[in-house]
């Protein structure tokens, strides 16, 4: 079965400053791994995806992430961020080749840009 | 193009009362899944339909929980009895295959109020 952990419910940053968002795993099979956003009032919108190759992945608006197996961890990263990502994060993973389509995911971190 | 639309965006209901909640894929996409989304939690996987395979209701918390998919394409979440615990957002999603590396687009969802 697969979990995913998301230690930091709530993260404030101030606007131009650099914000990671962390993302730990747990699997007993491959995965894939997905952030999605949350703006207010608004559905999920994927920002990226890890499904093989480089480990470090770009996404829309500026966000990247790396995945590093040894650690299951797929942080989410932003040099400098803008009060439009104010927002709701949720880290996700479903199984690799081997099978279940659905998503499980984290807790979610609220990432709140101060001005 | 349109997306994933959900209605009612808001439902409120008094304990013991029958509620439906509908979904309306992106059109063409074979699979669809409902997800829940509780205060403080995460998104927690309800069910998955793909094309006109068996639906895996694997997520179902409990018998008063069902779901129907009607010629491939809009869905009907349906939870009878409703209890002050089911009260929650309820999103869905839809993609284009079944592979577990597509991208999912969800639904503004409903929030499902339980009085």
């Known amino acids: 079965a697969q979990s995913v952990t998301q230690l930091d419910s709530q993260v404030p940053v101030f606007e131009e400053a650099p914000v990671e968002l962390r993302c730990n795993y747990s699997?007993?099979?491959?995965?894939?791994l997905f952030w999605y956003v949350q703006y207010p009032n608004q559905g999920l919108q994927l920002l990226l995806k890890?499904?093989?190759?480089?480990?470090l992945v770009k996404g829309i608006n500026g966000f990247e992430a790396e995945f590093n197996k040894s650690q299951t961890s797929f942080h989410l990263r932003k040099p400098s961020v803008h009060i439009s990502d104010t927002a709701e994060y949720f880290c996700?993973?479903?199984?690799?080749?081997?099978?279940?389509?659905?998503?499980?995911f984290g807790t979610g971190t609220r990432l709140t840009v101060i001005p | 193009g349109a997306g994933v639309s959900q209605s009612p965006s808001n439902k409120v209901t008094e304990k013991g009362k029958d509620v439906e909640l509908r979904c309306d894929p992106i059109?063409?996409?074979?699979?669809l899944y409902w997800y829940r989304q509780s205060l403080g939690q995460g998104l927690e996987f309800l069910i998955y339909?793909?094309?006109?395979?068996?639906?895996?209701k694997s997520g179902l918390p409990s018998d008063r929980f069902s779901a129907e998919r009607t010629g491939g394409s809009v869905s009907t979440l349906t939870i009878q009895r409703t209890q002050q615990e089911d009260s929650a957002v309820y999103l869905c999603?839809?993609?284009?295959?079944?592979?577990?590396?597509?991208?999912?687009?969800f639904g503004p969802g409903t929030r499902l109020t339980v009085l």
């Open positions: 339909f793909q094309g006109n395979s068996a639906p895996d």
């Open positions: 059109s063409g996409h074979t699979a």
């Open positions: 699997s007993s099979v491959s995965v894939y």
């Open positions: 996700a993973v479903s199984e690799g080749q081997t099978g279940a389509n659905n998503l499980f």
């Open positions: 999603a839809s993609s284009s295959s079944s592979s577990s590396y597509n991208e999912q687009f």
């Open positions: 890890y499904l093989s190759g480089s480990t």
